[in-house]
């Protein structure tokens, strides 16, 4: 494939020497990386799991096997739910631990991820198949940032005095929930692990967390850290395993007090039912998005076309927030479509460690197989395929950047969220029309308009049924705000101060006076 520009902290070389040369200044994968943690972390203690299973991790790029992680379940499970419950008894050191304690071990943690960023994205890379530098400088700088965000939070989550009625003091208090369960996704197994260990640690919960069974590597390297650190015994606990066994012993387990999943709606619908029937647990769910992101005609279309593209294809399209229903506007749809093509054609799938590759493979055989038969039903289905569509090289899971113009809203790859590099480019006449079929999705993730009329933008933002819209921008996402679904796009929020809120529970709290002053 041909060159293009790359996207890497400060000046971009057009040259190609340049471009070498500037390349060799970045940061370098550690060569040959040990993998130094495969066992069930529990107590501040490594653990083989009870059964004596464990299961293989693979390297997506190539196929081959990376090592064998112990294998957790039910009964590992139990282990650690005890432990995390004892960590949080009354009277232990985590309860009686400072705020301002809690964030400055927090604050550790995010000084050792970042003493040890140059690992970890390495092994992420070799793990997940993510390209190394954006791993480096995105997702191992989101991780650090979301810790020390949360840290600075811990002594600072307040209550407020109410003037209630009568002869009465009323305050309220915001205390921790108790034992969090937390289940991670494969797709940014770091950074969605400090989303959800953080507020719930800033908070003076206790924690029992599963990482996907595809990338479990960094997670159990994060346990080693938090130990460094300092955390007390038993008050983050970390444990590999599988979604049926684990995942499910987690989300109905009696002793655990508040579960949160990224991943899957269909998945998502389980654990909300398995928290129903169990103890009615508090429950966070980050799920699945089919995202609108609408173009319009007075829209800057280079920059619209090039976020476009990276609004899909980013993390070889593995995102929850792909946008990956584009609707364009129609007196500029076959200059938007052919733009388009020629960028994906540009586009280079490669090595994770090659520092010119913009996309690595998908995560697994099984996601690979997926992606390409929901693209043989795009072509099944009347769209047109513009480009890729097929599987790209000799080993590993890589797919072509594919994109399809002619597309209708009826069509499968326009309605189920297909988690691959693939494009969906729809027309639209109407503002009225479009904000109509935007809507017409099953789930409410996030959304972009672009435009240059701010009274359209903020027209349709308004009306759009979405957690985040973005406006002449995408996937603009940051720890200060809150982040969430729609509709079967998820409950609650995370990042934020409102993500600290799912970790709390708020207690009214009333002393009844002898008398009262104003």
């Not at 650690?80 to 009686?96: D, M, Y």
């Not at 890379?125 to 991780?143: I, M, R, Y």
């Not at 005095?161 to 309220?172: A, K, N």
Request: aromatic share 8%.
């Amino acid at each position: 494939m041909t060159s293009s520009k790359i996207e890497i902290p400060g000046e971009v070389k057009s040259d190609p020497a340049a471009l070498m040369a500037s390349l060799q200044l970045m940061p370098s994968p550690v060569p040959n990386p040990e993998i130094k943690h495969t066992k069930i972390f529990i107590n501040n203690e490594w653990h083989d799991s009870v059964s004596g299973k464990v299961f293989a991790v693979y390297n997506p790029a190539t196929g081959e096997q990376i090592c064998e992680v112990q294998e957790a379940d039910k009964a590992d499970v139990d282990k650690a739910v005890q432990a995390a419950r004892l960590a949080f008894s009354l009277g232990s050191v985590w309860r009686k631990m400072d705020a301002s304690e809690r964030g400055r071990l927090l604050a550790k943690l995010a000084d050792l991820v970042e003493r040890d960023s140059v690992y970890l994205a390495t092994i992420e890379s070799l793990n997940s198949g993510k390209p190394f530098l954006p791993t480096l400088f995105v997702d191992l700088q989101a991780t650090i940032k979301t810790l020390r965000y949360f840290a600075g939070y811990a002594d600072k989550i307040h209550g407020t005095s109410i003037p209630m009625d009568g002869e009465y003091l009323t305050f309220t208090r915001y205390e921790p929930i108790g034992v969090c369960g937390q289940i991670i996704p494969w797709n940014f197994p770091l950074m969605m692990t400090a989303w959800k260990l953080a507020p719930a640690v800033a908070c003076g919960n206790t924690v029992v967390l599963k990482p996907a069974e595809q990338t479990p590597l960094t997670c159990l390297y994060i346990a080693a850290l938090t130990k460094e650190a300092g955390f007390p015994p038993g008050v983050i606990n970390i444990l590999p395993g599988y979604g049926p066994t684990a995942g499910a012993a987690i989300a109905s387990h009696m002793g655990i007090d508040k579960v949160a999943f990224t991943g899957s709606t269909e998945v998502g619908k389980l654990i909300q039912e398995a928290a129903g029937n169990s103890n009615l647990k508090r429950i966070t769910l980050e799920l699945g998005g089919k995202n609108p992101n609408i173009i319009f005609a007075d829209a800057d279309l280079d920059m619209a076309v090039e976020q476009a593209h990276q609004g899909v294809f980013f993390n070889a399209g593995q995102c929850c927030t792909a946008g990956s229903r584009i609707f364009v506007e129609d007196s500029i749809y076959d200059e938007f479509v052919r733009r388009s093509v020629e960028r994906a054609k540009r586009r280079i799938v490669g090595s994770p460690f090659d520092p010119t590759t913009e996309q690595g493979p998908q995560i697994s055989q099984e996601q690979q197989n997926r992606v390409l038969e929901f693209i043989q039903s795009g072509v099944a289905e009347g769209a047109k395929l513009e480009c890729g569509g097929k599987a790209l090289g000799l080993k590993g899971f890589f797919i072509e950047p594919t994109v399809f113009s002619n597309v209708t809203d009826d069509m499968r790859i326009a309605r189920e969220e297909i988690f691959g590099p693939v494009q969906q480019i729809m027309k639209f006449k109407t503002i009225e029309e479009v904000i109509e079929r935007a809507n017409n999705s099953d789930y409410g993730l996030v959304a972009a308009v672009f435009t240059s009329d701010i009274n359209k933008a903020m027209t349709v933002t308004t009306a759009l049924q979405a957690g985040t819209v973005w406006i002449n921008c995408f996937n603009a996402l940051s720890t200060q705000c809150p982040f969430g679904g729609y509709k079967m796009s998820g409950n609650g929020r995370e990042l934020g101060e409102s993500g600290l809120r799912e970790y709390t529970e708020q207690k009214t709290i009333t002393i009844k006076m002898v008398s009262k002053n104003s």
